[in-house]
């Protein structure tokens, strides 16, 4: 049985909220459709889901696409059919798509950057437990309440806090 972990539900509602909005194009829609059966798959991990989903869904659908091309267009076997450039071009501009990408070495190193100083950040001003809801941001605030023996509007608190700090965090950094 597949376990539906916070990321892989949000993975496949993104995915989903995709579906929806590209319903008017036939090609974008089935590449959607495509990446929400791959996000259900309990052997793809959690990782990059909807990025990884989306890529191989193109990747499959563009090739689907171009084995009808030949059989229609009895074009011989070494023939790639139709350019997908265009394609390529148009998730490039997608904002999803983008956002879905994994990030620049550069960028990860600022991301880690950022979050240790806001860890510490959070351990001077809340202490252990801001620093243990901190780090547990996927899970539920009940699993988080139960693990830390503490009850949840005391972690629904404390996330209410850690977010306060990182709004003033990036205030300072990007004023």
Known sequence: ???????????????YDLHRSWEGDRFRSEIA??????AL???????YLVRSALRNSQTTIVAKQ??????????????NGPPTEALEAQMAKDDLCNSAQPPSPERDLEMRA??????????????RDGADVMRRYEDTV?????DLHRSVD???ELRRAVREIAFAMEKRIRP
């Open 114 to 127: 950022a979050y240790t100083l806001l860890l510490e950040a959070v351990e001077l001003r809340l202490g």
């Open 142 to 146: 009940e699993d988080v309440a139960r």
């Open 154 to 156: 005391y972690i629904k």
């Open 41 to 47: 798959s309990a052997k793809r991990p959690d990782a």
């Open 66 to 79: 171009k084995r009808e091309y030949r059989r229609t267009i009895k074009l011989p076997a070494n023939d």
């Open 33 to 38: 459709e495509h990446a929400l059966d791959l």
């Open 1 to 15: 049985m597949l376990n539906f972990t916070p990321a892989r539900t949000r993975a496949i509602l993104d995915i």
